[in-house]
């Protein structure tokens, strides 16, 4: 649980998207452990480990790639007490096509999500609330 709490903060703090609710509840991570045999290398070699990143299209430029590859590789080796896991931990960066980024029930664009959080922004200033 630890490790995917710290995964989606570690993505919020690269991707620099405001600290609001949209983004504190939709930032997410998901650990699946497969069970022994359901993974294994042409040698044989079960103990990779991959992490798929799902972002917006256009969220990450190269330094955040960069950055994101090389904190998620150093998290898994830390919470797998191993530190020769980095070079058997793949991370997959993925982005939703523009339209293809789904919250509460809509297929959202980029733009969408944009005015979605700056609206979101706006309600939390007026309400004192202040979330940046």
């Known amino acids: 649980h630890k490790l995917a709490a710290d995964l989606a903060a570690v993505l919020m ?58 904190r998620f590789t150093a998290m898994a080796a830390e919470a797998a007490g191993d530190q020769a896991i980095a070079g058997r931990t793949w991370v997959l960066l993925t982005e939703a096509i523009d339209g293809g980024w789904g919250l509460n029930g809509h297929a959202n664009t ?9 609206a979101q922004i706006a309600e939390l200033q007026q309400g004192g609330a202040g979330g940046s």
């Open 110 to 118: 980029n733009d969408e999500l944009i005015l979605a959080a700056r």
């Open 13 to 70: 703090e690269i991707e620099q998207v405001p600290n609001i609710p949209m983004f504190r509840e939709n930032t997410a991570a998901f650990i699946h452990e497969l069970p022994p045999g359901d993974l294994a290398n042409v040698e044989g070699d079960d103990s990779h480990v991959r992490i798929q990143v799902l972002t917006n299209a256009g969220a990450l430029d190269r330094a955040k790639q960069l950055a994101v590859v090389e």
